[in-house]
């Protein structure tokens, strides 16, 4: 996807730093969880950008698998300056994409804009819509993300406010 004022591709090792600045920007309000650049460069697979035509990233998002059927989009944003333009709407839209082209069936995310997500086909959830065996499996993750979504207690204060949303990608 592009426009003429920025393209929205697969992230780059090369664009850590710009999805990092990003999510720096948020994470001091609390919309973000801060993340450690190591992990940004492992994450890099799971990643799309939104890159200016002067090459800086303008947002970012990213969709992690979680189980055979389940995906997550993460840190999905756009750059302050460059928001309202629909640039997080591409993005979230090229991450759709990805998750059906993996087979994932249903999208969640923990998100405090609730009305963007609406407007694209989340619904919110009042729970964690996994079957217990799956729970079970889950919860052995070392990845923060799965334990936000599982609503374990260790991350609680970290997801106090969030919305769980889920876009189901295929009829039931």
């Not at 948020?26 to 697979?45: C, F, M």
């Not at 939104?50 to 090459?55: E, H, L």
């Not at 302050?80 to 995310?109: N, S």
Request: aromatic share 8%; net charge negative; charged share 30%.
């Amino acid at each position: 996807m592009s426009s003429s004022r920025y393209v929205v591709r697969r992230a780059r090792t090369a664009d850590v730093a710009g999805i990092r600045s990003i999510v720096e920007a948020y994470s001091a309000e609390r919309i973000l969880l801060g993340k450690d650049i190591v992990t940004l460069y492992e994450d890099v697979p799971d990643f799309r950008v939104a890159v200016a035509a002067d090459g800086r990233v303008v947002g970012c998002g990213a969709v992690h698998v979680m189980w055979e059927d389940l995906a997550e989009v993460r840190t999905l944003a756009v750059l302050p300056k460059f928001r309202g333009q629909g640039i997080g709407q591409e993005v979230l839209d090229e991450l759709l994409r990805t998750a059906v082209d993996l087979g994932v069936e249903r999208v969640v995310c923990l998100t405090f804009e609730v009305e963007f997500f609406a407007r694209h086909g989340f619904e919110v959830a009042t729970s964690v819509q996994v079957d217990p065996e799956v729970f079970a499996e889950m919860v052995r993750s070392p990845d923060e993300g799965i334990a936000e979504y599982l609503d374990l207690e260790r991350v609680r204060p970290n997801t106090l406010g969030n919305t769980r949303m889920v876009r189901f990608l295929r009829p039931q």
